[in-house]
Structures are given as C-alpha cells and as structure tokens.
C-alpha cells in the first residue's frame, strides 16, 4: 500500500482535521496528549481548533439565540458557522467532509472511520444548546452523526470521538499496524481478553494457555474468548451482514462449538432441575 510505504519512509502523509466549537480548550486538550499528540508532532495528521466566537461580527460575541417558534433553550445562529467555514476553506482547502456531530444524526461507525480516514481533509462542526440554526446542517454539512444513544451536553465529546477514531485510522498514526487491523469492530465481534506480566496478581492467575508459548492454541483461545463475550454482550454482531462476509470456516465452527456446548449445560440444567 502506497500509503503505509510513505508513512514508514518517513515521508509526511498530512490529513488536516478542522473543529469549530465555542469550546476550544476542551478540544485542544484532547490533541495535546497522546497517540493524537504524536501524530499531530510527527506531520502525519494537522487538527486546527476553531473559536466560534472569532467568527462573531458584534461586540459581545453573541453565538446563539432563542428558537423562532418559541421552547425551551437557545440555538446556535447560523452566520458564525458559516464565516468559520469560509475561513478554513480559505486557509486550508477544500474539505471532503463536514461533519455535525448531533444526536439526531445517523450512528456513527468503525465503516465511517475508515472511509473518512481516507480523505485529506475534514471539517467537524460542534453544537451545544438546543442545537444548531438548521440551515447550517442543510448548507455546510455532508455529514450529521451520532456516537450513540444518549444525549451529551454538546457536540466537543462526539467530535473528538469521530476525530480520534478516524485520526487512528491514518496509516502511520498507531506504531503496530496490526493493533488497528485487530481492533474490536475492524473484526466484526469483540476483541479477546489481554493480560501483561505478572503472571499471578492478588490470587488472580492469567490463563494458562497464554504462558504456554504454543501460538495455535493462543490463537484458538483468543478467537474462542472474543466469540464467547460476542455471545453474551453484543449478539447483533453475529447477524450483521459484516459477520457473514468475514468470518471463516473457524469461526463459524467455533461459534457452533460454544453455542452447542451451551445448549448442552442448558438442558443438563434443566433434567437436573426436574429430576429434584
Ligand atoms: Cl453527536 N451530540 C450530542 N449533543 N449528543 C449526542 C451525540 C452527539 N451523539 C450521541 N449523543
């Protein structure tokens, strides 16, 4: 891959990340430490954090306003975002996205990540109060996301997730490739469990296979533990369109393995319990 190649000759790969918020400090304490901070230090990735304040015209600053049609809260008026907007692509370019974080967005995934991890250029636009003026998101956005079900206060915490979860996806940024390649959801089921030295810690001891030095049983205990916890805390990814396309013949018999050995105790338990 060219990519990988430039970014390990050292030759500088720089993917520029733009956030406007009214929040400034917050984010750029999220770019100051870190595998983001080191991207950032090396020339792989430039993330500039915006004041929307400086995008004001009058006195005071003003950012935000009371929703026509009445209701509880203020709105975010739409000529700051705007004039912030301009300014970036100005300085910086043409962005490929321009993302408002918002729990009224589409769900934001490890797919996006990707794919935005690919672009050179992105724009992520935050929030706070009832919202945003909407014409915001009708003219500037390509893109509204939501981390998740539930609300936050505004849209600094999503934004720093998208670019953190994109950021990582640059090649280059995470020194082990394999790290971002084994990530939960680069697979569509759960990472396995880990543990480091030492090998016993408060009558706690690390399984055994894991010290035994015999990389095919590792393996097998690894992809077995990572499908048991899929069983039991995310079954959805096992019917996802993203499980059938990746999972092989290992997979599939071990998935079966764990779910008829399941069965097995299940019923065991249940002749045990008519039995009594
Ligand atoms: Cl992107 N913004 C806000 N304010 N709340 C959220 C969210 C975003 N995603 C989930 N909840």
């Known amino acids: 891959m060219a990519g990988t190649d430039a970014a390990t000759e050292g030759a500088t790969i720089v993917m520029r990340v733009d956030i ?19 991207a950032c230090e090396r020339g792989v990735v430039d993330i500039a954090v915006h004041d929307l304040r400086d995008f004001t015209t009058d006195r005071h600053r003003v950012v935000d306003d009371s929703p026509f049609g009445g209701g509880p809260g203020m709105v975010l008026k739409p000529e700051p975002f705007f004039r912030a907007l301009a300014h970036i692509r100005e300085t910086r370019g043409e962005p490929s996205a321009v993302i408002v974080p918002s729990p009224q967005g589409r769900r934001f995934t490890h797919d996006l990540a990707v794919g935005w991890s690919r672009a050179e250029h992105i724009v992520l636009l935050c929030g706070r109060y009832e919202g945003i003026d909407e014409r915001v998101v009708e003219a500037l956005a390509t893109d509204e996301i939501s981390i998740g079900d539930y609300v936050l206060s505004g849209g600094e915490l999503a934004a720093m997730v998208v670019a953190d979860a994109v950021v990582r996806q640059v090649p280059g940024v995470v020194g082990d490739a394999r790290s971002v390649s084994e990530d939960s959801f680069a697979r569509p089921w759960l990472d396995y469990p880990h543990y480091t030295r030492p090998a016993e810690w408060e009558g706690r001891r690390v399984p055994d296979v894991l010290l035994s030095g015999h990389h095919a049983q590792v393996a097998r205990w690894r992809l077995r533990t990572a499908l048991e916890r899929t069983l039991d805390r995310r079954p959805d990814l096992l019917d996802g369109p993203g499980f059938a396309a990746e999972a092989g013949a290992d997979v599939e018999r071990t998935l079966r393995e764990i779910r008829a050995e399941r069965q097995g105790s299940r019923s065991g338990r249940q002749e045990r319990k008519q039995e009594s």
């Open 20 to 38: 406007v918020t009214i929040f400034p400090e917050m984010v750029r304490g999220f770019a100051r430490e870190g595998i983001v901070a080191r």
